[in-house]
């Protein structure tokens, strides 16, 4: 049986997707999107992110992560052209943020003093009191990679180019509308839905649980690492405090925000202010100690998380007799560093979906 599979999505989430799919040449893929690499838009989440490796996952649902870090890993040792580099990662708590989660912006288990994924990173250890930031009361520190979005997403797209996907642009109003989208002019059997915040309003899905998670970051020209996570900041609730150097040249996120529900999508000069400020006290060196003056800023951002209220949605669910749809969206803060681990549960849903038709010869109940 070889299936015709249309993969609504051209963010992190569908082209890995794709990816993984197109492995298997029984799958003929398309991927459809409004938006592709390349594009700035709020629309699309993939290139504002920064992207690192902070796990956020419970250890209940570590999976999509713990199966993620082991290519990243790989890719950084293997793919320079992938524009991924190795670098430290510090995460600096507050035992007051500890205390009082309502004011957290990152999820728990991100700042857990004894984390799941210490197992997970080779080098993990936790700080000793003269490695701290000024302000926070506990630390650790792995090492981890950073994505540089604008030169890894063309990449990512060419690699499903080299694998025999076929790209195009639409607009969906309603995910049925998939059925008709392959390249090859064959009904797709398989429609997957990797629409991030999209999934609110498209037709056929409209997952009223999905909201934005606005991040605003500030990118610059200045370098520093290690990377550095903070649980909370003296601005409140919604307000993060991190920064993250992006390999070959791609300048340093300083962020950042983590608002759930706003929609803003241009910057806000108060809160680029506040971001640069707390950084330079964390980080003077970043600066060259002349504070937020010192930094060369090469824009102000803003991306909105595809943030969903249960987490992610991974499942499928059947369209008619011929087709089913295997949803992939609700990344929120983690799309990357869980992006193959997920990829590799839709290749699962599609093999389960397909091969249940051919042995039952009915709908498989869900
Ligand atoms: P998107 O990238 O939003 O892609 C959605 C795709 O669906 C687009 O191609 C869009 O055009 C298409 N689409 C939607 N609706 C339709 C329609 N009706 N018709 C046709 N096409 C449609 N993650 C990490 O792992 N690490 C980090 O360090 C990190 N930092 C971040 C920092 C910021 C400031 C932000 C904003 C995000 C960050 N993230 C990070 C999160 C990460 O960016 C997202 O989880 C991820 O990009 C989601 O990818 P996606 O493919 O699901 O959605």
């Not at 992207?51 to 999509?64: D, F, G, Q, S, Y």
């Not at 706003?262 to 640069?276: C, F, G, K, L, Y």
């Not at 749809?325 to 839709?346: D, K, L, P, R």
Request: proline content about 5%; aromatic content about 8%.
């Amino acid at each position: 049986m070889t299936n015709t599979i249309v993969v609504v999505g051209a963010g992190v989430s569908g082209l890995t997707s794709a990816l993984l799919l197109s492995k298997n040449k029984a799958n003929t893929v398309t991927v459809v999107a409004k938006h592709m690499p390349g594009d700035y838009d709020i629309e699309y989440a993939s290139p504002f992110a920064g992207a690192n490796i902070v796990p956020m996952a419970t250890k209940e649902n570590a999976r999509w992560e713990s199966r993620t870090w082991p290519v990243f890993k790989r890719l950084t040792e293997e793919v320079p052209e992938a524009g991924i580099h190795f670098q430290k990662c510090h995460i600096q708590r507050r035992d007051d943020d500890l205390r009082n989660t309502a004011n957290a912006t990152f999820p728990d288990s991100t700042f857990d003093p004894n984390p799941w994924y210490k197992d997970l990173f080779d080098d993990f250890r936790e700080h000793e009191p003269s490695e701290l930031t000024p302000g926070y009361d506990s630390g650790c520190q792995y090492t981890a990679v950073c994505i540089n979005t604008a030169i890894y997403l063309p990449w990512l797209l060419g690699q499903c180019l080299k694998s025999g996907v076929v790209v195009k642009r639409a607009i969906l109003t309603d995910i049925r509308d998939a059925k008709q989208l392959s390249h090859t002019g064959n009904a797709a059997n398989i429609i997957v839905n990797a629409t991030g915040l999209g999934s609110l309003k498209l037709g056929g899905v409209l997952d009223t649980t999905m909201a934005p998670a606005r991040g605003q970051v500030v990118l610059v020209r200045n370098e520093s690492t290690p990377m550095l996570i903070c649980s909370g900041t003296p601005d409140g609730r919604g307000e993060e405090t991190y920064l993250m150097q992006r390999a070959a040249g791609g300048g340093t996120i300083l962020g950042g925000t983590y608002d759930i529900g706003n929609w803003e999508s241009q910057p806000d000069p108060n809160i680029a202010t506040r971001i640069m400020q707390r950084v330079v006290a964390a980080r003077p060196d970043i600066a060259g100690g002349k504070g937020v003056a010192g930094l060369s800023v090469v824009r102000h951002a803003v991306g909105l998380r595809p943030w969903r209220k249960a987490g992610l949605r991974l499942e499928e669910e059947r369209l008619d007799d011929e087709t089913w749809i295997v949803h992939n969206y609700g990344h929120s803060g983690w799309g990357y560093q869980g992006s193959y681990g997920c990829a590799e549960g839709v290749v699962e849903l599609v093999d389960k979906v397909t091969n249940g038709a051919k042995l039952t010869g009915r709908s498989p109940s869900f």
